[in-house]
């Protein structure tokens, strides 16, 4: 079984930072892409940022020069560095780990970007 956890949501600012972070466990050999994912109600889930377990990193053009992923394999852990927030990107923000053919969704996390 696997499990995957993120933490680090809130309420911040305009031009403010969040960082969220994102664990995985349990039975999570061959974890290879983690990646994270937004979604605010009545639209569907957006794709923002990826990264492969070779270090590869992808960014969806809204967030791009703004959000940073950085990964700990040896702590199965994904971090999402969140800059310059602007109240678009308010959204419930979601994890996945990829394992083969297999998808892993973690709870979400809120974060809401507001004055």
């Known amino acids: 079984q696997v499990q995957v956890v993120e933490s680090g949501g809130g309420l911040v600012q305009p031009g403010g930072s969040l960082r969220l972070s994102c664990v995985a466990s349990?039975?999570?050999?061959?974890?290879?892409?983690m990646a994270w994912y937004r979604q605010v109600p009545g639209k569907q889930r957006e794709w923002v940022a990826d990264?492969?377990?070779?270090?590869?990193?992808n960014y969806a053009d809204s967030v791009k020069g703004r959000f940073l992923i950085s990964r700990d394999n040896a702590k199965n852990t994904m971090y999402l560095q969140m800059n310059g927030l602007k109240p678009e990107d308010t959204a419930v923000y979601y994890c996945k780990g990829q394992i083969a053919w297999n998808e892993y969704w973690g709870q979400g996390t809120q974060v809401t970007v507001s004055s």
């Open positions: 990264s492969t377990r070779g270090g590869k990193l």
């Open positions: 349990g039975s999570i050999s061959g974890l290879s892409v």
